[in-house]
């Protein structure tokens, strides 16, 4: 049997489970102190911007037995759970969010148990300030009355504000947001709202005020960080006027007239004013101070001013009267006044407004007919206007104006005193135009100047222009461009023109012609403007593409205009291209290309761009390549030596067959053939040597000849000049005189040599024999001991006789036919000396030797 006692302890409720068969002590917590996250949670503290879910603390008790313990954690019904523990561990974690402000405490029963007995503790956890509020205002916003006679620097409000946080966070200071630009200051501490020294409130000025005052805390923490809140509020101050401004007048200055028909009691003007101080203003009461003399009176309240006399009493023209407004205070006294002055002029009375006459009396319309473009300046004389206004003195006086179309009339005078004779003169006579404007409408205006009425009179004037013919028929471009086929049939229309004449009737018909040298082909139909191509003409694109000529536009009187007039004749595909010769022979070497060319006689392209084409090649269709824009044929690259043709085609013939397209690029599109022979050898060397080669390389491009040559030319002859030079200067200075000898030579003596060939296929050759010419030198220069010298060598030996001719060969089947010729000897002169063997012959057979070397090793190896 287990017994449970309770034990009443101040701020601890002990629960002791005893047991009369065995003692078992109940666990208890350790008390680790108020600064300790773990043992009872006895005086412990929390911050109210605890984040929700985080471990606060951790329960730590123990039990004398050892046995494992269990913590529990519970609430006072009724009351919110902000903590949850954990049974094993005992960590505590905070599950609600804390506000000081509503809960500054928070009462909690913790309990330990080993299973067997329960230990139950009240405690008390604190909950600890955090700068989390704003202040708040207690009487903010309201509304406030001040009178405006307020002294300056005196209170006129006390601001409350009230922050619940504690410590700094729960004092407030008091500021106004753009303190510079306002009348009134605060006391940073007591709220104390002032009007500024010096500062005084007008209700003229301004009527109301709002001052935004700030409540600023003097900070704290908050989540770790420094924290400043502060609100604001808005007073409104009502300024109360006070009595304080005088009394001013509306709508000054002030003019009143007397006409001559006014009569005594005629109301003249009435002034008006009124309190300075709108707020509470006070009645006004007028009267005069001076300047009335006795002919006038004003109404006190109303303020009308009134005549009292007749117009012909009044000794001035001009009245310059003082009025006084005063305001009245509620017992009926007269206090601040303001004073005006108000101008009455005597006048004539303007009755009469201007009015315009014509020959037989009032009129106010005139008109008149006449021609377009009048000389500028010239009268209109056809109007004859008067205008008059009966009044007198400024009355009559007044401004004539002309309102009308542009600026193309004027009229004189513009300033009438009563009356005047009108004249209308033409100012801009370009403008009157009848092909703008067949009638012009004008209003003749005449207004007072100086008159109060401003009355005013108008007249309409009308003028109908009649025609000239003062326009030249105009194209509506000033060149045409156009285009026709080629082959178009005679008759075809090629472009119409037009051109306007804006003259009326005859003046406006336009005749059109054409000439110029371009318009030999072509014809116009006068009315139309249509031009179309002779009934004869052919257009021909290759002979001729483009024309122009000029175009004529005149009308009846001979004026004219003229315009260009471009034909392109568009170019037709009607040629094919042209090899000069349909079978063509070319050599070519072994490295350079060779060259065809066929013409399209086509104008234009793509009718006459020519491409080329290889179509066939005989006996082998893998050696050539063509340039297609070009006709350049060259060997493919691969192919370097003779010996390399001969290992493709397995034969010894270098003779080719090629039968190469021309085809133009046109639509539709032409083409033609040729057959090309080629003849393919190897590059030889020249008997000129390097020049002779260099010629044969450059034979199909004879201007790179021309130019080297002209190069070599001019370098000669800047040596040449050089030379002469350095010897005439060299001549001056040793001052020598050198013999200049003129060597003459003989004619040279020919003999011929027949000698007899020793075998058949030997030709007879004349051999002329090695004789050098006699040589005399002729002595020049006389002071020179030299002798002419003739030098003789032996005489010739005479001919010998030709022998018979040789017969001619025997024929031999499948050989070539040599013919006969019918001179069996040649002539050739005797070479004078052996030819000189250069290193450039050398090496040539040398490279000869070579090749032929390297042919029989591949034919060798092919036979092995």
Same mark, same amino acid.
């Given at each position: 049997?287990?017994?449970?006692?309770?034990?009443?302890?101040?701020?601890?409720?002990?629960?002791?489970?005893?047991?009369?068969?065995?003692?078992?002590?109940?666990?208890?917590?350790?008390?680790?102190?108020?600064?300790?996250?773990?043992?009872?949670?006895?005086?412990?503290?929390?911050?109210?911007?605890?984040?929700?879910?985080?471990?606060?603390?951790?329960?730590?008790?123990?039990?004398?037995?050892?046995?494992?313990?269990?913590?529990?954690?519970?609430?006072?019904?009724?009351?919110?759970?902000?903590?949850?523990?954990?049974?094993?561990?005992?960590?505590?974690?905070?599950?609600?969010?804390?506000?000081?402000?509503?809960?500054?405490?928070?009462?909690?029963?913790?309990?330990?148990?080993?299973?067997?007995?329960?230990?139950?503790?009240?405690?008390?956890?604190? /909950?600890?300030?955090?700068?989390?509020?704003?202040?708040?205002?207690?009487?903010?916003?309201?509304?406030?009355?001040?009178?405006?006679?307020?002294?300056?620097?005196?209170?006129?409000?006390?601001?409350?504000?009230?922050?619940?946080?504690?410590?700094?966070?729960?004092?407030?200071?008091?500021?106004?947001?753009?303190?510079?630009?306002?009348?009134?200051?605060?006391?940073?501490?007591?709220?104390?709202?002032?009007?500024?020294?010096? %500062?005084?409130?007008?209700?003229?000025?301004?009527?109301?005020?709002? /001052?935004?005052?700030?409540?600023?805390?003097?900070?704290?923490?908050?989540?770790?960080?420094?924290?400043?809140?502060?609100?604001?509020?808005?007073?409104?101050?009502?300024?109360?006027?006070?009595?304080?401004?005088?009394?001013?007048?509306?709508?000054?200055?002030?003019?009143?007239?007397?006409? %001559?028909?006014? #009569?005594?009691?005629?109301?003249?003007?009435?002034?008006?004013?009124?309190?300075?101080?709108?707020?509470?203003?006070?009645?006004?009461?007028?009267?005069?101070?001076?300047?009335?003399?006795?002919?006038?009176?004003?109404?006190?309240?109303?303020?009308?001013?009134?005549?009292?006399?007749?117009?012909?009493?009044?000794?001035?023209?001009?009245?310059?009267?003082?009025?006084?407004?005063?305001?009245?205070?509620?017992?009926?006294?007269?206090?601040?006044?303001?004073?005006?002055?108000?101008?009455?002029?005597?006048?004539?009375?303007?009755?009469?407004?201007?009015?315009?006459?014509?020959?037989?009396?009032?009129?106010?319309?005139?008109?008149?007919?006449?021609?377009?473009?009048?000389?500028?300046?010239?009268?209109?004389?056809?109007?004859?206007?008067?205008?008059?206004?009966?009044?007198?003195?400024?009355?009559?006086?007044?401004?004539?104006?002309?309102?009308?179309?542009?600026?193309?009339?004027? /009229?004189?005078?513009?300033?009438?005193?009563?009356?005047?004779?009108?004249?209308?003169?033409?100012?801009?006579?370009?403008?009157?135009?009848?092909?703008?404007?067949?009638?012009?409408?004008?209003?003749?205006?005449?207004?007072?100047?100086?008159?109060?009425?401003?009355?005013?009179?108008?007249?309409?004037?009308?003028?109908?222009?009649?025609?000239?013919?003062?326009?030249?028929?105009?194209?509506?471009?000033?060149?045409?461009?156009?285009?026709?086929?080629?082959?178009?049939?005679?008759?075809?229309?090629?472009?119409? @023109?037009?051109?306007?004449?804006?003259?009326?009737?005859?003046?406006?018909? #336009?005749?059109?012609?054409?000439?110029?040298?371009?318009?030999?082909?072509?014809?116009?139909?006068?009315?139309?403007?249509?031009?179309?191509?002779?009934?004869?003409?052919?257009?021909?694109?290759?002979?001729?593409?483009?024309?122009?000529?000029?175009?004529?536009?005149?009308?009846?009187?001979?004026?004219?205009?003229?315009?260009?007039?471009?034909?392109?004749?568009?170019?037709?595909?009607?040629?094919?291209?042209?090899?000069?010769?349909?079978?063509?022979?070319?050599?070519?070497?072994?490295?350079?290309?060779?060259?065809?060319?066929?013409?399209?006689?086509?104008?234009?392209?793509?009718?006459?761009?020519?491409?080329?084409?290889?179509?066939?090649?005989?006996?082998?269709?893998?050696?050539?390549?063509?340039?297609?824009?070009?006709?350049?044929?060259?060997?493919?690259?691969?192919?370097?030596?003779?010996?390399?043709?001969?290992?493709?085609?397995?034969?010894?013939?270098?003779?080719?067959?090629?039968?190469?397209?021309?085809?133009?690029?046109?639509?539709?599109?032409?083409?033609?053939?040729?057959?090309?022979?080629?003849?393919?050898?190897?590059?030889?060397?020249?008997?000129?040597?390097?020049?002779?080669?260099?010629?044969?390389?450059?034979?199909?491009?004879?201007?790179?000849?021309?130019?080297?040559?002209?190069?070599?030319?001019?370098?000669?002859?800047?040596?040449? @000049?050089?030379?002469?030079?350095?010897?005439?200067?060299?001549?001056?200075?040793?001052?020598?005189?050198?013999?200049?000898?003129?060597?003459?030579?003989?004619?040279?003596?020919?003999?011929?040599?027949?000698?007899?060939?020793?075998?058949?296929?030997?030709?007879?050759? #004349?051999?002329?024999?090695?004789?050098?010419?006699?040589?005399?030198?002729?002595?020049?220069?006389?002071?020179?001991? @030299?002798?002419?010298?003739?030098?003789?060598?032996?005489?010739?030996?005479?001919?010998?006789?030709?022998?018979?001719?040789?017969?001619?060969?025997?024929?031999?089947?499948?050989?070539?036919?040599?013919?006969?010729?019918?001179?069996?000897?040649?002539?050739?002169?005797?070479?004078?000396?052996?030819?000189?063997?250069?290193?450039?012959?050398?090496?040539?057979?040398?490279?000869?030797?070579?090749?032929?070397?390297?042919? %029989?090793?591949?034919?060798?190896?092919?036979?092995?």
């Amino acid at each position: 049997m287990k017994n449970v006692k309770i034990l009443h302890l101040p701020q601890l409720f002990v629960f002791v489970h005893t047991c009369f068969a065995q003692a078992d002590f109940a666990p208890y917590f350790y008390d680790n102190g108020p600064y300790s996250n773990n043992g009872n949670l006895a005086l412990f503290s929390l911050s109210e911007d605890t984040p929700v879910g985080t471990q606060i603390y951790c329960l730590n008790g123990t039990d004398p037995e050892g046995h494992e313990v269990r913590y529990g954690l519970s609430f006072d019904p009724g009351s919110k759970e902000y903590f949850r523990v954990e049974p094993k561990s005992g960590n505590i974690t905070l599950v609600e969010k804390l506000d000081r402000e509503k809960q500054d405490s928070i009462d909690v029963l913790v309990s330990i148990t080993d299973g067997k007995s329960k230990v139950v503790e009240r405690v008390t956890i604190f /909950v600890m300030d955090a700068n989390d509020e704003k202040p708040e205002f207690q009487n903010m916003p309201t509304i406030i009355d001040v009178l405006e006679t307020t002294e300056s620097g005196s209170s006129i409000y006390k601001v409350e504000a009230v922050d619940r946080d504690t410590g700094s966070g729960g004092s407030v200071t008091y500021h106004l947001q753009n303190a510079q630009s306002t009348l009134f200051a605060i006391d940073r501490h007591s709220g104390i709202l002032r009007i500024k020294s010096g %500062e005084m409130l007008d209700y003229e000025k301004t009527k109301t005020h709002f /001052v935004t005052v700030i409540a600023k805390d003097g900070g704290g923490n908050f989540n770790g960080k420094a924290q400043f809140l502060s609100s604001s509020a808005t007073l409104t101050i009502n300024v109360i006027d006070a009595q304080d401004t005088p009394p001013s007048f509306i709508g000054t200055p002030y003019f009143g007239y007397v006409y %001559e028909i006014s #009569v005594p009691g005629s109301e003249i003007f009435t002034v008006a004013a009124k309190d300075g101080d709108v707020g509470n203003p006070n009645p006004i009461r007028y009267s005069f101070d001076d300047g009335d003399d006795g002919v006038f009176s004003i109404n006190e309240t109303s303020g009308t001013i009134t005549l009292q006399t007749l117009p012909i009493y009044l000794k001035r023209e001009i009245f310059n009267i003082k009025v006084r407004a005063s305001e009245v205070s509620p017992e009926g006294r007269l206090m601040d006044y303001g004073l005006t002055t108000v101008v009455i002029r005597v006048v004539d009375l303007n009755n009469n407004p201007p009015t315009f006459y014509g020959e037989n009396g009032p009129q106010n319309m005139f008109e008149l007919t006449m021609y377009e473009h009048p000389p500028e300046g010239e009268i209109l004389r056809g109007l004859k206007i008067t205008v008059n206004d009966s009044d007198q003195g400024a009355n009559a006086k007044f401004n004539l104006r002309l309102i009308g179309p542009g600026r193309m009339l004027r /009229v004189v005078p513009q300033t009438v005193l009563n009356e005047a004779q009108v004249t209308i003169l033409v100012e801009d006579s370009a403008a009157m135009d009848y092909e703008k404007h067949h009638f012009l409408t004008y209003k003749l205006l005449a207004v007072e100047i100086n008159t109060p009425e401003r009355f005013s009179a108008t007249a309409d004037i009308v003028i109908h222009l009649l025609d000239t013919n003062d326009n030249a028929p105009k194209f509506s471009s000033d060149y045409y461009i156009a285009r026709i086929p080629e082959n178009s049939p005679g008759g075809s229309n090629v472009v119409s @023109v037009t051109a306007t004449d804006p003259d009326a009737g005859p003046w406006g018909e #336009v005749k059109y012609s054409i000439y110029g040298s371009g318009a030999d082909l072509f014809l116009i139909q006068p009315a139309s403007g249509i031009i179309y191509t002779q009934p004869w003409a052919s257009l021909d694109a290759e002979m001729r593409s483009k024309y122009d000529f000029y175009v004529k536009a005149e009308d009846a009187e001979g004026k004219y205009s003229l315009a260009e007039v471009f034909v392109t004749v568009l170019d037709l595909n009607d040629h094919p291209p042209a090899f000069n010769d349909n079978f063509l022979e070319k050599t070519m070497v072994i490295g350079a290309p060779v060259k065809i060319e066929a013409v399209d006689d086509d104008a234009e392209v793509p009718n006459n761009v020519v491409e080329y084409a290889i179509m066939k090649a005989e006996p082998d269709n893998n050696i050539f390549d063509i340039n297609a824009d070009t006709g350049e044929i060259m060997l493919k690259s691969y192919i370097k030596s003779m010996a390399i043709i001969q290992n493709i085609t397995k034969q010894r013939d270098f003779t080719w067959s090629l039968v190469v397209q021309a085809r133009d690029r046109g639509q539709p599109s032409f083409s033609t053939t040729a057959v090309v022979k080629i003849d393919i050898t190897e590059a030889t060397q020249l008997k000129g040597g390097p020049l002779g080669t260099f010629l044969m390389q450059s034979r199909y491009n004879p201007l790179h000849i021309l130019g080297i040559l002209a190069g070599v030319i001019s370098l000669m002859v800047i040596v040449t @000049v050089i030379i002469s030079t350095v010897t005439f200067m060299r001549n001056k200075k040793s001052n020598r005189i050198l013999p200049n000898r003129r060597v003459r030579r003989r004619p040279r003596k020919q003999h011929w040599n027949f000698k007899i060939p020793e075998t058949q296929g030997e030709k007879f050759r #004349v051999v002329e024999e090695d004789r050098e010419p006699d040589v005399i030198v002729d002595n020049v220069n006389c002071n020179n001991n @030299v002798n002419n010298l003739v030098r003789h060598w032996p005489p010739p030996a005479p001919p010998c006789a030709p022998s018979l001719p040789p017969p001619p060969p025997p024929y031999i089947p499948g050989e070539r036919q040599w013919a006969v010729p019918t001179i069996s000897a040649t002539v050739a002169p005797k070479p004078k000396k052996k030819p000189v063997i250069t290193r450039q012959d050398t090496v040539n057979k040398a490279l000869v030797s070579e090749l032929k070397m390297r042919l %029989e090793q591949k034919r060798i190896q092919k036979h092995q």
